[in-house]
């Protein structure tokens, strides 16, 4: 088993910045592609970053020059750096892994709790 535990998230003023924090832990052999997805109201879930294990990244156009991705595989960790936050950018962002927890098992995809991010003056 493989849980995911974010934290960072909050209200800030447009314009601001934000730093997510997503932790993998339990029984894991290794850990492939991380990234971030949001579910904003009335909009379908958008992929906004993806990194790989090697460090490769992938954006959304609409948060290009703004979002950064990175991680820290020696502590199975994802971030999000977020700056000149949009209201448009108001989301419930989701942590996302593959990981298997043995060698010989397939990956598989395993998903954080949520973390509410709201930009409002």
């Known amino acids: 088993q493989v849980q995911l535990v974010e934290s960072g998230g909050g209200l800030v003023q447009p314009g601001g910045s934000l730093r997510l924090s997503c932790v993998a832990s339990?029984?894991?052999?290794?850990?492939?592609?991380m990234g971030w997805f949001r579910k904003a109201p009335g909009r379908e879930p958008e992929l906004v970053a993806r990194?790989?294990?090697?460090?490769?990244?992938n954006y959304a156009d609409s948060v290009k020059g703004r979002f950064t991705i990175s991680r820290d595989n020696a502590k199975n960790t994802v971030y999000l750096q977020m700056n000149s936050l949009n209201p448009e950018d108001t989301a419930v962002y989701y942590c996302?892994?593959?990981?298997?927890?043995?060698?010989?098992?397939?990956?598989?995809?395993?998903w954080g709790q949520g973390t509410q991010v709201t930009v409002s003056s």
């Open positions: 339990g029984t894991i052999f290794g850990v492939n592609d």
């Open positions: 990194i790989t294990s090697r460090g490769n990244t």
């Open positions: 996302n892994a593959e990981a298997r927890t043995l060698p010989t098992m397939p990956l598989k995809n395993y």
